[in-house]
């Protein structure tokens, strides 16, 4: 069946009314670790609508914070913004009253360069976490990216650029569909690759079960109003951002924001339409991020169906996503039961070991390996199982036998890289810290 969108060039600038520049302001300089030692790399980028625009955001739930978070959480309430700024290099967080004066320098200068209301900018860092921003050096950069704004495509590649860290490429995506017959845009960049399992939500209070830091910034010139494009954002970041880890751990900057400036001339309200095409692109920018994990050489799709519940279904995928021993097995391409069997039972789901299939498939395929039914042993090849798990991407299937509970994750294998990246150095104090 043909997909009711289709994807473009030009990611956060391909909807109408957008703006955006990214530049090199060596806000890194002090050090933010191996992944941010790339030369010249943009660390700074704007992003601009031409008109006031409806926002939305979804952020960290960590009970520590960084100050760009806290700023943007007091700000999204009002459901209005025109401009992000946003740096990598430096996170912003652990850096008390400093670092909240620092953002919020960051939104006025914005505000004023662009003659914008002062509470409509937004703010995001990422890097090194307990370093105070080089206020200097941000303050050039965001004057030479106001100098700059465009909407060409490498306007858009420029901002997906600025806020790489450990990344190994940027992640970009746009996508065109129609909404009340006419023509609408959603555009989104993203970066992560370590420090990635979020579990954020609006107020950044942790939801009852919990799921290098991830950003992402999006764009649309559809017209939704701005309590209806946050109940969008919600459901899209639950499909996407929030069923991903490759390390299990979650940053204390983890932001998703929204602006929705309603060129697109439809009617302003949520529509199934705009919600598809924004889960695709949520969800294609997830699945980017995972594919870049740190040190990543494989992508698993984990899948859990029949749990007793949904939580119980989540349960079980997260503890099989994050384990160590079974993460580390997928490295190998071994097909491992008896490690996912260990994490499953340790989760906090209800379990009856003798009720457990495990399989295994390719991608999209029907078919199935089983290397364990009602708990035990099949007659599979072993070797079969190893050409599955030995692919760079494969899918996972536990069925617990027991209700109606599903969940998924996306989650990427551990390797010797992941270790040796992350490891540190004593010996090169610019290496260490946040």
Same mark, same amino acid.
């Given at each position: 069946?043909?997909?009711? &969108?289709?994807?473009? /060039?030009?990611?956060?600038?391909?909807?109408?009314?957008?703006?955006?520049?990214?530049?090199?302001?060596?806000?890194?300089?002090?050090?933010?670790?191996?992944?941010?030692?790339?030369?010249?790399?943009?660390?700074?980028?704007?992003?601009?609508?031409?008109?006031?625009?409806?926002?939305?955001?979804?952020?960290?739930?960590?009970?520590?914070?960084?100050?760009?978070?806290?700023?943007?959480?007091?700000?999204?309430?009002?459901?209005?913004? *025109?401009?992000?700024? @946003?740096?990598?290099?430096?996170?912003?967080?652990?850096?008390?009253?400093?670092?909240?004066?620092?953002?919020?320098?960051?939104? %006025?200068?914005?505000?004023?360069?662009?003659?914008?209301?002062?509470?409509?900018?937004?703010?995001?860092?990422?890097?090194?976490?307990?370093?105070?921003?080089?206020?200097?050096?941000?303050?050039?950069?965001?004057?030479?990216?106001?100098?700059?704004?465009?909407?060409? /495509?490498?306007?858009?590649?420029?901002?997906?650029?600025?806020?790489?860290?450990?990344?190994?490429?940027?992640?970009?995506?746009?996508?065109?569909?129609?909404?009340?017959?006419?023509?609408?845009?959603?555009?989104?960049?993203?970066?992560?690759?370590?420090?990635?399992? /979020?579990?954020?939500? @609006?107020?950044?209070?942790?939801?009852?079960?919990?799921?290098?830091?991830?950003?992402?910034?999006?764009?649309?010139?559809?017209?939704?109003?701005?309590?209806?494009? *946050?109940?969008?954002?919600? *459901?899209?970041?639950?499909?996407?951002?929030?069923?991903?880890?490759?390390?299990?751990?979650?940053?204390?900057?983890?932001?998703?924001?929204?602006?929705?400036?309603?060129?697109?001339?439809?009617?302003?309200?949520?529509?199934?339409?705009?919600?598809?095409?924004?889960?695709?692109?949520?969800?294609?920018?997830?699945?980017?991020?995972?594919?870049?994990?740190?040190?990543?050489?494989? &992508?698993?799709?984990?899948?859990?169906?029949?749990?007793?519940?949904?939580?119980?279904?989540?349960?079980?995928?997260?503890?099989?996503?994050?384990?160590?021993?079974?993460?580390?097995?997928?490295?190998?391409?071994?097909?491992?039961?008896?490690?996912?069997?260990?994490?499953?039972?340790?989760?906090?789901?209800?379990?009856?070991?003798?009720?457990?299939?495990?399989?295994?498939?390719?991608?999209?395929?029907?078919?199935?390996?089983?290397?364990?039914?009602?708990? *035990?042993?099949?007659?599979?090849?072993?070797?079969? +199982?190893?050409?599955?798990?030995?692919?760079?991407? &494969?899918? +996972?299937?536990?069925?617990?036998?027991?209700?109606?509970?599903?969940?998924?994750?996306?989650?990427?294998?551990?390797?010797?890289?992941?270790?040796?990246?992350?490891?540190? %150095?004593?010996?090169? /104090?610019?290496?260490?810290?946040?």
């Amino acid at each position: 069946m043909k997909a009711p &969108f289709r994807e473009i /060039p030009g990611s956060i600038i391909a909807p109408h009314g957008f703006r955006a520049a990214g530049v090199f302001c060596d806000i890194k300089r002090l050090g933010t670790g191996k992944g941010s030692n790339k030369g010249n790399k943009r660390d700074l980028a704007v992003i601009v609508s031409d008109a006031r625009a409806s926002a939305a955001g979804m952020f960290t739930t960590n009970q520590v914070c960084a100050a760009p978070v806290k700023l943007c959480l007091e700000r999204i309430r009002s459901g209005k913004a *025109q401009a992000i700024v @946003v740096n990598s290099g430096n996170a912003n967080a652990c850096t008390g009253k400093q670092g909240l004066k620092d953002a919020r320098a960051m939104s %006025d200068l914005v505000a004023t360069k662009l003659k914008l209301g002062h509470g409509s900018v937004l703010v995001s860092s990422t890097g090194r976490i307990g370093v105070t921003l080089p206020m200097q050096n941000v303050r050039c950069g965001i004057a030479d990216a106001i100098a700059i704004l465009g909407s060409s /495509p490498e306007h858009g590649a420029q901002v997906a650029e600025a806020i790489m860290t450990s990344d190994t490429h940027p992640k970009q995506i746009a996508v065109e569909f129609s909404l009340d017959g006419k023509r609408t845009r959603i555009g989104g960049v993203c970066k992560g690759a370590g420090m990635i399992q /979020p579990g954020m939500s @609006v107020s950044g209070k942790r939801p009852a079960a919990l799921h290098a830091t991830m950003l992402c910034f999006i764009t649309t010139d559809a017209a939704i109003a701005p309590a209806a494009l *946050q109940l969008s954002l919600e *459901q899209a970041v639950a499909q996407s951002f929030n069923r991903i880890t490759v390390d299990g751990d979650m940053s204390t900057n983890d932001t998703v924001l929204i602006l929705a400036n309603g060129r697109a001339g439809n009617a302003a309200r949520g529509k199934p339409a705009f919600q598809s095409a924004l889960n695709h692109v949520t969800l294609a920018l997830a699945k980017m991020i995972v594919r870049d994990g740190e040190g990543a050489s494989r &992508f698993v799709t984990v899948r859990v169906t029949r749990a007793e519940s949904v939580s119980d279904a989540d349960a079980v995928a997260r503890a099989i996503a994050n384990s160590s021993l079974v993460k580390t097995s997928w490295c190998g391409g071994d097909p491992n039961w008896g490690r996912i069997l260990a994490a499953l039972g340790y989760s906090r789901a209800n379990i009856i070991e003798e009720k457990i299939d495990v399989s295994y498939s390719l991608p999209g395929d029907s078919k199935r390996l089983f290397a364990l039914r009602k708990g *035990q042993p099949t007659n599979t090849p072993f070797t079969d +199982l190893c050409r599955i798990v030995a692919q760079n991407e &494969f899918e +996972l299937h536990i069925n617990l036998n027991l209700g109606k509970g599903a969940a998924v994750m996306y989650a990427s294998d551990l390797t010797e890289h992941y270790v040796d990246f992350n490891k540190g %150095d004593v010996s090169d /104090p610019a290496s260490m810290g946040g």
